[in-house]
């Protein structure tokens, strides 16, 4: 089977519409606040949601009805989370996801709902009754409908989150397009991650299920802002099969599974990169641990410290502050063989600092916008790679000058 | 036997002398940089030490002395902490203690070390030496001989930190006074967190371990600054039984333990009050656990969350950053019986949004030190108490402005 994965435009997959419109859930009426998507006929549907236990109405229920195969539509509302909103919030959330079937002509059950922004308020269920007809009729395939789907599920972010990739497969060309969002503060309230990755392959909703958690563990899960976990982080895999490729065996699975993970490392990197206030993308690889698990708690450990995050921001090559945070991350290690390189350069090796030029690294950091830190540890084979961005004025300011 | 634990001026328990001196480590000639304190003869120490596993050399030496009843002096430097510096920094850990040892005649092993300040760098050992000959000439039980050894523990503190509480046990007292140091950004590398507790009750060092972890455990254990655990932190008790009131019975252990708590606890609510940039001491209480451990994570999750602590220096009441934090603490509960409550006006009940006015909420976390979040769950009887500090653009500024 041919390799042939490159970049293309952000074309729609086959067997997908899609629309964003103004509805009025946001005040600024040039920003789209409801985005619908939609399959030509039934698809499959894979979703991996926030692990917090408190929890958007829709988490809980797409939660309940992923994966499976007969999707037709999801809608996604930007500006109000319908997060802690009890009882009445989980009505809200059904009945957004039965008008957003009726409108296609499905079921309840086909439809899955998506909302983010401000918690603790109530939906204004009268607005998405209207933006959901409005969505409908405006459901398009070209660049026009996908961008302003696109800009429909953003909320603070300063740049609209898109990747995608095209594969071939026997000759036949199948599509993967993913949108995210987040995660920027909203309300002043939550950073949320949503993303939503279309394809046209084939695919049982067992295989999308595990190809999706294998890219959503490998990008999503390896990416921090400020360490707080969303209500309502949300990531659907959704399968047309209009490409009319269906996956055979497991070469094919590999194939469409890489193309998912570029998809999601892509879009991981925008969103620390979009993070409130950040000036660096920092790129943080652990090697040589003796499991995964082990290596992904070093890693999330050094990228939530504010003092690691802290020295980035001001240029610092503070190896102190990297190596010790990397040392209370619960897992134990043979700190006589802990070696660490900023930008490539060693600072630390075997346990003891290395002699560097201080002003050359400092010069690294403030002259890029990734700052990338690899930790080298002597446990086993297992490494990870994870994403986080810095802790500046910027952030603080933009979260703590909000009073009510 | 009689209760009466009482505020008292800060004595040096009997059988200490101690002292402060500057020998260089500090660049300010006027800042003590290196504290000695002995014990007459030889007396019960206890430790707690960070649990990081990159720590100080002095951390490895003391954890694996204590608990003893041999001990006679420990050994304080301020502005350098010895950590990240190899073999050669063992061997100049044990040369400290060494020579504070024979500066009381005394052996190796009857003597601590203890090291806080900027890391990777070698101690200054000719400093040291002559500073550890000065502080054994000063030695004292005055006031003055107190408050340089106080001032000598100290790195970035913006004010000390002294606790005592004298108990009457069977007609005679007993003393305990404790000092503190941190956790303030030294270098700026590291917030380390230092604390000597001395008390003149005779008890055995197993005794003296389990009311110190005890102590620890509901104090130090239950604080963070920005939750970047030390390479150095570290408690220790010193029991001379200069008193000569030997501890007997449960119920003397009770009276000492009370005492032991509440002056830590006292050290504790000081240090995140003293958290670099703070603006608000953070008070959670979280009740209604299935287990103290549950109550400690959701605490410290709460705690650590940047949107916390930016939206306390923003006096803002919101609930949703503090819930939702509670939600990822990676414990289960029933969230439809969550409940919180601000400086003593509820927010959020059994899961939902309660209508309070945000002015008056506002205003009373703007002009009140203290800010108290209290939450509550339905799971059992345990609770915690937990303090930190919030997060301001100061604290940012401190820790990246500075460049190498």
């Known amino acids: 089977m041919k390799r042939n994965t490159r970049f293309m435009n952000h074309s729609v997959p086959k067997g997908f519409r899609l629309a964003g419109?103004?509805?009025?859930?946001?005040?600024?009426?040039?920003?789209?606040?409801?985005?619908?998507?939609?399959?030509?006929?039934?698809?499959?549907?894979?979703?991996?949601?926030?692990?917090?236990?408190?929890?958007?109405a829709s988490v809980k229920q797409n939660r309940a009805k992923t994966p499976f195969d007969r999707f037709?539509?999801?809608?996604?509302?930007?500006?109000?989370?319908?997060?802690?909103?009890?009882?009445?919030?989980?009505?809200?959330?059904?009945?957004?996801?039965?008008?957003?079937?009726?409108?296609?002509?499905?079921?309840?059950?086909?439809?899955?709902?998506?909302?983010?922004?401000?918690?603790?308020?109530?939906?204004?269920?009268?607005?998405?009754?209207?933006?959901?007809?409005?969505?409908?009729?405006?459901?398009?395939?070209?660049?026009?409908?996908?961008?302003?789907?696109?800009?429909?599920?953003?909320?603070?972010?300063?740049?609209?989150?898109?990747?995608?990739?095209?594969?071939?497969?026997?000759?036949?060309?199948?599509?993967?397009?993913?949108?995210?969002?987040?995660?920027?503060?909203?309300?002043?309230?939550?950073?949320?991650?949503?993303?939503?990755?279309?394809?046209?392959?084939?695919?049982?909703?067992?295989?999308?299920?595990?190809?999706?958690?294998?890219a959503v563990d490998e990008s999503f899960n390896c990416m921090s802002v400020e360490g707080h976990m969303s209500t309502s982080d949300t990531v659907l895999l959704l399968a047309s099969g209009g490409s009319g490729v269906q996956l055979a065996g497991p070469s094919a699975d590999q194939q469409l599974q890489e193309a998912l993970t570029a998809v999601c490392v892509e879009l991981a990197r925008m969103i620390p990169t979009d993070g409130e206030g950040a000036s660096h993308l920092i790129t943080i690889d652990v090697k040589g641990c003796a499991t995964r698990e082990d290596a992904h708690r070093i890693a999330k450990t050094v990228a939530d410290s504010p003092l690691v995050k802290t020295g980035v921001a001001g240029a610092d090559p503070n190896w102190g502050r990297i190596v010790s945070a990397a040392g209370y991350a619960g897992v134990q290690f043979d700190v006589s063989q802990l070696t660490l390189s900023i930008n490539g350069t060693l600072v630390y090796e075997n346990s003891m600092p290395v002699a560097f030029d201080d002003a050359v690294v400092s010069a690294s950091i403030r002259d890029n916008h990734e700052t990338r830190l690899e930790l080298t540890l002597a446990e086993g084979d297992s490494s990870i790679r994870y994403w986080t961005s810095d802790l500046t004025i910027d952030y603080v300011r933009f979260n703590s000058e909000y009073t009510t």
Chains 1, 2 share one sequence.
């Open 72 to 214: 037709r539509v999801v809608v996604v509302n930007s500006g109000n989370a319908n997060a802690c909103t009890g009882e009445r919030g989980e009505q809200d959330a059904r009945e957004m996801t039965r008008l957003a079937a009726k409108s296609v002509g499905a079921t309840e059950d086909q439809a899955l709902a998506m909302s983010t922004g401000i918690i603790g308020e109530y939906l204004p269920m009268d607005k998405l009754t209207a933006g959901i007809t409005a969505a409908k009729a405006q459901l398009g395939t070209d660049s026009t409908a996908f961008d302003s789907a696109v800009r429909g599920i953003t909320t603070t972010d300063k740049f609209v989150k898109v990747a995608s990739r095209s594969i071939e497969m026997d000759g036949q060309s199948v599509q993967v397009t993913a949108m995210a969002k987040g995660a920027g503060m909203i309300g002043p309230n939550m950073a949320t991650m949503l993303c939503v990755v279309m394809t046209d392959a084939a695919l049982a909703p067992t295989t999308a299920q595990r190809i999706l958690s294998t």
């Open 21 to 56: 419109v103004h509805c009025g859930v946001k005040s600024d009426p040039s920003r789209e606040d409801l985005t619908l998507i939609t399959t030509d006929s039934d698809a499959v549907a894979a979703g991996v949601y926030t692990q917090n236990v408190v929890h958007a």
